[in-house]
């Protein structure tokens, strides 16, 4: 009997496939991972050498207590945020992960964001699908400040936060950068804090990567020193912004306006963003794209043939990255 992989997220029937030509699979109903992982009798949890999931997938310490054989996670995507590094470290249980696979996906995303947000886009929207443009003066109000010119802050410039930056650029967007520590060779301004960014920019743009050192760092400080002109666009994870702030420095005027893909308890969106309109969102498909997708998945394969062949995998987490990364 082959050893087993198991399936913690719901993917594709074809990546599945993929999958199942070099394992056999596990794959339960969807629900949370530890809860799944329970579940499955003593003999099938006893075979899995080999986990697949999602970043924000939630591979506790527990869960992989009751899985012995495993030896290797593969996270789908960039992300790795949820999975017990330390409780994997102690096993000798290598992470892998697909970074810069969906880099240019969600930075196409995030300036969709952007734009959708500085020239009320979907207001617009909704303004002429319900009829209520009759006369050439009645949208006077639309008129705002446009990008060119405005001073974008890109809060993590690894993968996705680079091409944010160039694809700003050609907006004739002036850039600049917080993170951890400069980075060597970047013509781009460092900033050392977040706030002292946000102080600078007029619009916020969130690529840091999720942690417990990151937990809500877009909070009421620093959406006050974006000021009344500025914009947030997160696309990376929710847990990052300080949601009841937004809400309020977004209800009150604070901020101008925001634009997000990500939310801290997704799918459950609070009904005091939903309701508002200086607000645009989207369901988490920053890498919702088929060749994005397709790169993903080549990488998990990529690190599974590795593994199976006894090969360094192609794309680890590193034994001394910490869960925390700008």
Known sequence: MRPAILIGARVARAFRDRLASRMDVIAPESGPFPSMVAALPRAEAGRVRVAVVYGITDVSAEAIAALPALELVCCIGSGYERVDLAAARERGIAVTHSPGANASAVADLAVGLLLASVRRIAEGDAYVRG?????????????????????????????????????CEAFEMEVAYHGRAPHPGVRYPYHPTLAGL???????????????????????????????????????????????????????????????????????????????????MTPHVGGNTDETQLAMHDAVLANLDAFLAGRPLLSPVPASLPAVSA
């Not at 050439?136 to 705002?144: H, K, T």
């Not at 417990?212 to 009344?228: F, H, Q, S």
């Open 198 to 280: 946000a102080a600078w920019a007029d619009v916020l743009m969130v690529a840091v990567r999720a942690g417990a050192d990151n937990r809500r760092r877009v909070d009421a400080g620093v959406l006050e020193a974006l000021g009344p002109d500025g914009h947030v666009v997160n696309v990376t994870r929710g847990s990052v912004v300080d949601e009841k702030a937004l809400i309020a420095a977004l209800a009150d005027g604070t901020i101008a306006g925001a634009g997000l893909d990500v939310f801290e308890h997704e799918p459950d969106v609070p009904a005091e963003l939903r309701a508002l309109r200086n607000l645009v």
């Open 131 to 167: 009829g209520a443009w009759t006369d050439r003066e009645a949208r006077r109000d639309m008129q705002v400040r446009g990008l060119t010119g405005r001073k974008v802050g890109i809060w993590g410039l690894g993968a996705i936060g680079s091409k944010i930056a160039v694809r």
